[in-house]
Structure formats: structure tokens, C-alpha cells
């Protein structure tokens, strides 16, 4: 994860060279930055916004579901992490450990949470005690770090990241699966609403799903440069950690029973996602309602009228309100700044000068597709409002031509590779054995089932072995 430097302004890849392009994009547009600890990157001002307003909105929603936030520490002791074999197994290899304070050895060490269940789960086997004690239903905004050794790359693949982590509980299995929909149908609106994201949802196999998990329910996106990618996903954990962690509680007749789980999150992972879905080679496109700024307002400014076209630009920025940029640097020429809030992703852009004062109007420039429109002042914050709909609704009919137009069906292994080999995600038939799934991945040069649709759909055969198939799924390379 290497700085890389450029000495011009504006980006210098195209973004079919999508890790330089991507790199660069993240580094001009004001995104993140890098450190010296490799896979671990600076969120700076304009992506942290983003993150807030994912978050705020989560927020919103998890409370309406009676979801209430806390905090548990970041430090777990190995004890407390060697409870739940399957769970440790998934994750032993990304654990970093805390092994000395100061010159002193510690008597444990201590793990850097990578998740929490295992430090939250010993609290809750002491919480829990009777069935007027659930559901109980916890979740915390934090940091985790998972010590990847694949090569990182910023928000997509990034050794400490921030998330949410959502821990229900409940007295009985139809309780806790009816929260499944209820979770995914938030991330969704999310990612669609916001994000301007659509995604394929469904089921992990149970080679991909989470470790520990009976099922986990993920949303797949498609990445420009052909790879998918995993984003928010929901953990039926049945009664797993329940009997690991001994959370039991009386039920109404008295009888002891082990309590049933859940877990789910969305990450920033989502902001790498949506940078790189939407944004072009002049650098970054947002959608205008996660963008912390919507509009700029770059007033032409001549010297026999520079007064009254000022005084004009202020008055625009007040008329259309806080998320406004008014670029009063007189240092710097229009196109400079043209390009510079381009690059920044800025949703709209509007010129004023001397001959639109004359006028009564004002050039409005949109991100999207640099579309430019001659508006009256006295029509500007309608039409402003009306545009910046437009550009989110033309962002996510994008995004959504882009994944649907990725989708091949195939019916046999030379399709599927074809289809790989193509930077396609392929929806093909398969059976459920593990070892079909391993060839699959040997054949294809590491492509993996990525998840299988919630369609009751069966026929045909598999492609790696003939039998009859037991499923559709969507496969692909992935991050």
C-alpha cells in the first residue's frame, strides 16, 4: 500500500486501469490517505461525512426495530476467544495479538478485535437469565482489525476498518429468522436509496458463509474492473454461541433452554464501493444525497464587474442553502476551478458572470454526465432541487445497467469460464457438494460462488459434475 505521487492535479489513469485510477482517485479527491502501517489508511473529512451518513441512517432504523447501541473493548482476552472452535478457526489467521505492556510480557495475550462476539457473549451468559430478559438486542458503531496478508487496497481491502455490529438475541428460532428480512431490507434501502447501489442478495454456501453461522445472508456488488465484491451481510448464529458462551435462559414453564442469535453489519467498505462504481476519469461522482456538499457556486469575476457578480453569489448560495460552496478565491481561474471541484465529485455546479447577471440567470453544470443548462434565477432552487433527483436517480439506473448487463447464465463449465474469463458474473447451476465447489475454484482461477438468489429455482445440472443441480447461483471473482 504504497504512496504513489503525481505531480499533476487531476488524475492521470483512466479508470480501466482501475488500481491506479482507483489510488489516485482516493488521494486527490480528498478521500483517505495512507500510513506507514500498511492496510491501515487516514478516512479524511469528505469520505468520513459519507460514513456519518450511513451510519445516522442505520442508526434511524436499527432503534425503530428496538436495536440499542453500547460498547465493548477492544482487547480480548485468548481464553475468551478459543471458546467457539468454528468461529476462531475463520478468523485464527487475520487475528493480531497484544503480547507486552511496555517491556512487560502479559501473562494472555490479548486479541484486537476482529469481532466482537466473543467478548459481548461472555456478558451476555451473565445478562440473560429468564425469558423477560429477551429478546435482547445490541449493537456498537466501532473499529475492528483483521490482519489480512493479500495485498490491501483503500476502503475495499483495508486492515482495520469501521463498521457496525449488530448482536440480537431471542427466546425462539421463529423470533430470531424473522429478523433477517427486516436487517437485509435496511441495508438494502441504504445501498439503493442512498448509495445509489443495487446489489445480488442471497445465501452464502455454506464453504462461504460466516464462520460459526448456520446460514449468513449476504449483498454482492459488481465492481468495474469485473470483480465483485461483498458488502452488508446478516448471521443466522442459531444456537452456536449459545451453547460456546452458555447464554441460557427459563422459559415461561421453568425449563431451561439455550438462547437463539444473530449478527449482522454493514462496513466502509460500501464508500470504496460507491467511489468506484459512480466516479470517471476527471475523478470523483456522488450521489447528491450522501455528498457532504451538493452544489458550488464559481462566480466569473472580472474587475469592472466583480462587485455585482459577488454580491449575486452570495445571495445564490443563501437562496439554496448549508450544503453550498461559494469559491470566492480570486488566485485561481474559473477552469482551474472547474476542474478542481470536478475532481471532488461536487454534485452541481453554478456559474455565475457578468453576462448571466444581465440575464438573470445562471449556467448550472451537472457531475454526472457534465450536462450544462441556462436557468433563471427565479427558477434556480426549484430547478437545483429537481437535478440533484435527477442525478441520484441517474447514478443508481447506472449503476443498475452495469450489474444487470454483468449477469451470464450458463449451462456448462466452458460457459462458466468463459464467463470468468470475461469479468462476468455467471448464474449457473450447481449441486451442494464442497467438492464441486473446490473444483470450481481450481478450474476457474479462483472464482467462487458468490451467493444463491432466494428463487425457488432447481433444474438442469450441475456444471462441475452433472448431477442434478440443487441450485442457481451467482459466481464470480471476488475481493
Known amino acids: ?76 482476552p485468548e481464553k475468551s476467544l478459543a471458546k467457539e472452535a468454528k468461529h476462531v478457526q475463520g478468523f485464527s489467521p487475520e ?23 466473543t467478548i459481548m457473549y461472555e456478558s451476555y451468559s451473565k445478562w440473560i437469565r429468564s425469558w423477560r430478559d429477551l429478546p435482547l438486542k445490541l449493537n ?72 460459526g453461522a448456520e446460514y449468513t445472508t449476504s449483498m454482492e456488488f459488481f465492481m468495474p474492473n ?28 421453568g425449563k431451561e433452554e439455550y438462547v437463539w442469535q444473530n449478527t449482522f453489519a454493514i462496513s466502509t467498505r460500501m464508500l470504496g464501493v460507491m467511489f468506484a462504481v459512480h ?32 454580491k449575486m453569489a452570495k445571495q445564490i448560495k443563501k437562496k439554496l442553502g ?15 476551478k472547474f476542474n478542481e471541484w470536478e475532481l471532488k465529485g461536487i454534485p452541481l455546479r453554478v456559474e455565475v458572470g457578468p453576462k448571466d447577471l444581465a440575464k438573470k440567470s445562471v449556467i448550472v453544470v451537472r457531475r454526472d454526465d457534465g450536462k450544462k443548462e441556462v436557468v433563471s ?4 432552487k426549484k430547478r437545483v432541487e429537481e437535478l440533484l433527483e435527477e442525478i441520484q436517480e441517474n447514478l443508481f439506473s447506472r449503476a443498475e445497467k452495469l450489474l444487470k448487463g454483468a ?15 470475461d469479468k462476468k458474473i455467471a448464474f449457473a447451476p450447481l449441486c451442494k457438494a464442497a467438492g464441486c465447489e473446490d473444483m470450481l475454484k481450481f478450474k476457474t482461477g479462483r472464482a467462487k460462488v458468490l451467493n444463491i438468489p432466494d428463487k425457488k429455482r432447481a433444474e438442469g445440472r450441475c456444471v462441475m459434475c452433472g448431477d442434478k443441480a440443487d441450485y442457481w447461483a451467482y459466481v464470480g471473482k471476488s475481493y
Not at 434565477?377 to 434556480?380: D, E, H, W, Y
Open 279 to 310: 466516479s470517471d476519469s476527471k475523478g470523483l461522482i456522488l450521489p447528491p444525497i450522501v455528498a457532504p456538499n451538493k452544489v458550488v457556486v464559481v462566480p466569473i469575476l472580472f474587475e469592472d464587474t466583480k462587485e455585482k457578480v459577488l
Open 407 to 421: 449477469i451470464v447464465e450458463v449451462r456448462n463449465l466452458k460457459e462458466l469460464k468463459n464467463a470468468v474469463d
Open 1 to 76: 500500500m504504497k504512496e504513489r505521487k503525481s505531480s499533476a492535479k487531476g488524475i492521470t489513469a483512466e479508470k480501466d486501469e482501475f488500481g491506479e485510477w482507483f489510488a489516485q482517485l482516493m488521494l486527490k479527491a480528498e478521500l483517505a490517505d495512507y500510513t506507514d502501517v500498511s492496510g491501515a489508511i487516514v478516512f479524511r473529512p469528505g469520505a468520513y461525512a459519507i460514513w456519518e451518513k450511513i451510519r445516522e441512517e442505520c442508526d434511524k432504523r436499527f432503534k425503530k426495530l428496538g436495536i440499542e447501541n453500547a460498547y465493548f473493548p477492544l482487547l480480548i
Open 322 to 336: 448549508s450544503e453550498v460552496i461559494l469559491d470566492l478565491r480570486e488566485e485561481y481561474k474559473p477552469g482551474f
Open 140 to 211: 456498537q458503531w466501532n473499529n475492528v482489525v483483521r490482519w489480512e496478508f493479500r495485498h490491501p487496497i483503500p476502503f475495499l481491502r483495508t486492515r482495520e476498518f469501521l463498521w457496525n455490529e449488530g448482536h440480537t438475541v431471542y427466546a425462539s428460532k421463529e423470533e430470531a429468522e424473522k429478523e433477517e428480512k427486516q436487517v437485509i431490507e435496511i441495508y438494502d434501502e441504504i445501498c439503493r436509496k442512498f448509495l445509489a447501489l443495487p446489489s445480488l442478495i442471497g445465501r452464502k454456501t455454506e464453504k462461504e458463509k460466516f464462520a
Open 95 to 117: 487475528v493480531a495479538w497484544v503480547t507486552h505492556a511496555g517491556e512487560t510480557k502479559l501473562s494472555e495475550r490479548l486479541a484486537v478485535r476482529p469481532t466482537s462476539e
Open 226 to 253: 469485473g470483480k465483485a465484491i461483498q458488502g452488508p451481510d446478516f448471521h443466522f448464529d442459531g444456537q452456536n454461541f449459545a451453547k460456546a458462551y452458555g447464554i441460557k435462559f427459563l422459559n415461561k414453564e
Open 377 to 380: 434565477l427565479a427558477k434556480l
